[in-house]
């Protein structure tokens, strides 16, 4: 029962680089985030999407691009990585908006030099 | 739009004594309110789910309660222990589909 995946764990990627966060997760969840989390901060929305083929926008989505082509994967992608993006990254899900409980991923640590 | 507020941001307290750690709303008209830990460079472990028709749930020596009219919940943690400190985050999802996080509470048990 793997629950959400997160890959990769860390990465450190240089100014401008581009890069894709993978998250997966196998309980057939409709609601799937993507939070961000600055040291000392709390969680941040960057997007998040409430089925296949549905994403929107959160409170920072500046930078950053997701998709939402199956049930099970929300990728998020960086396109020109800034050092502003360097964060710890956390992906959720959700069975839905209702009385049901958010999982969460191990998070990927991603520092932008 | 639903803020969430927890308060203290830290806390520190002898080994062995209950305690008590806030959330508060300001949207009442809530889904559920879920409370989780969060251990230093770790992800989020939840620990209790309370759905809006509940006043209260308890998992061991945790127990969370909830007031909707008064836009609160409260995590009970009873004979507090050194493995028991880490940030505790309360979450709640709101009409708009997000999940609404507090700052949380950087809890820290001296032996």
């Known amino acids: 029962n793997a629950g959400v995946t997160q890959t990769p764990k860390f990465r450190i990627l240089k100014i401008g680089q581009s890069m894709t966060l993978q998250c997966t997760q196998d309980?057939?969840?409709?609601?799937m985030y993507w939070y961000r989390q600055d040291p000392g901060m709390g969680l941040k929305l960057i997007y998040y999407s409430v089925g296949a083929g549905i994403t929107d926008k959160g409170e920072v989505p500046n930078g950053y691009n997701v998709s939402r082509s199956t049930t099970e994967d929300f990728p998020l992608r960086l396109e020109l990585a800034a050092p502003s993006q360097t964060s710890v990254y956390f992906c959720a899900s959700n069975e839905e908006r209702g009385n049901t409980e958010a999982f969460f991923g191990q998070g990927t640590r991603l520092t932008v030099v | 739009k639903q803020e969430v507020t927890q308060i203290p941001a830290a806390l520190s307290v002898p080994e062995g004594e209950n305690l008590v750690l806030n959330c508060s709303f300001t949207d009442s008209a809530i889904y559920n309110l879920q409370w989780f830990r969060q251990d230093p460079g770790k992800g989020l472990t939840s620990l209790l789910l309370?759905?809006?028709?509940?006043r209260e749930q308890t998992s061991g020596r945790l127990n969370a309660s909830l007031d909707k009219s008064s836009g609160r919940s409260t995590l009970y943690i009873a004979a507090s222990q050194p493995g028991d400190s880490a940030t505790y985050l309360c979450a709640l999802p709101g009409r708009d589909d997000k999940i609404i996080f507090g700052k949380g509470t950087r809890l820290h048990i001296l032996p």
């Open positions: 309980m057939n969840h409709n609601y």
């Open positions: 309370i759905q809006s028709s509940q």
